[in-house]
């Protein structure tokens, strides 16, 4: 059973920035991807960013693209999120998630694509 670990949530004023970690263990064969979604009250989860560990590629939302940077390490199990100029709407839940197989690169935006995701850590952007 793979169990993935957020940690590096935390409030921030508007314009700061946080790193959230994602650790995975459990893991007995090479994951194909992670990923970051998040989930603000009254709303649905929504992606945020993926690296796909072959060719360490990354994908990010529009609304998060040019801010936030995904990097991580497939050797260790790592994946990490850096909020750079965090904005009010980034506020919520950020959740790390783990596919177990390879697929399009379209899929990585959907939820559908991860087999494994952590319990979650809250980022609040706030004054």
């Known amino acids: 059973q793979v169990v993935l670990v957020e940690s590096g949530g935390g409030l921030v004023l508007p314009g700061g920035s946080l790193r959230l970690t994602c650790a995975a263990s459990g893991r007995t064969f090479r994951s194909a991807a992670m990923g970051w979604f998040r989930q603000s009250p009254g709303k649905e989860r929504e992606f945020v960013s993926a690296i796909r560990w072959d060719g360490y590629i990354p994908y990010y939302s529009d609304s998060v693209k040019g801010r936030f940077t995904i990097s991580g390490d497939s050797a260790k199990n790592m994946v990490y999120l850096q909020m750079d100029r965090l904005e009010p709407e980034d506020t919520g839940v950020y959740f790390c998630?783990?596919?177990?197989?390879?697929?399009?690169?379209?899929?990585?935006?959907?939820?559908?694509?991860?087999?494994?995701w952590g319990q979650g850590t809250q980022v609040t952007v706030s004054s």
């Open positions: 998630a783990d596919s177990a197989r390879r697929r399009n690169s379209g899929s990585y935006y959907q939820s559908f694509a991860y087999d494994y």
